[in-house]
């Protein structure tokens, strides 16, 4: 599996778990959304270790993963209010 395909693997894994804390209206209370996101997060950065990547690179590819997961599941929520089909 390529890196582009293991950072969308992650992404996909990640936005519905934000999608579910943005939309419940209480981001920071939905439930065991941190513990969620922080072992796909690790899952992810051992399997690039594994690939032969260094940690640096990998803790920096499941961070960026986790960004863009929040910002596609903020953009997702918000086109919802706005009426528009997700």
């Known amino acids: 599996m390529s890196l582009i395909q293991r950072q969308d693997a992650l992404v996909a894994t990640l936005e519905p778990i934000y999608f579910a804390r943005i939309s419940s209206g209480r981001p920071g209370m939905c439930c065991q959304s941190?513990?969620?996101?922080?072992?796909?997060?690790?899952?992810?950065?051992?399997?690039?270790?594994?690939?032969?990547?260094?940690?640096?690179?990998?803790?920096?590819?499941?961070?960026?993963?986790?960004?863009?997961?929040?910002?596609n599941a903020d953009h997702a929520v918000f086109m919802a209010q706005m009426g528009a089909t997700v």
């Open 34 to 71: 941190s513990g969620q996101r922080s072992k796909a997060k690790r899952l992810h950065a051992e399997e690039l270790m594994a690939a032969g990547y260094n940690r640096d690179e990998a803790w920096k590819s499941a961070n960026d993963c986790d960004q863009v997961a929040h910002v």
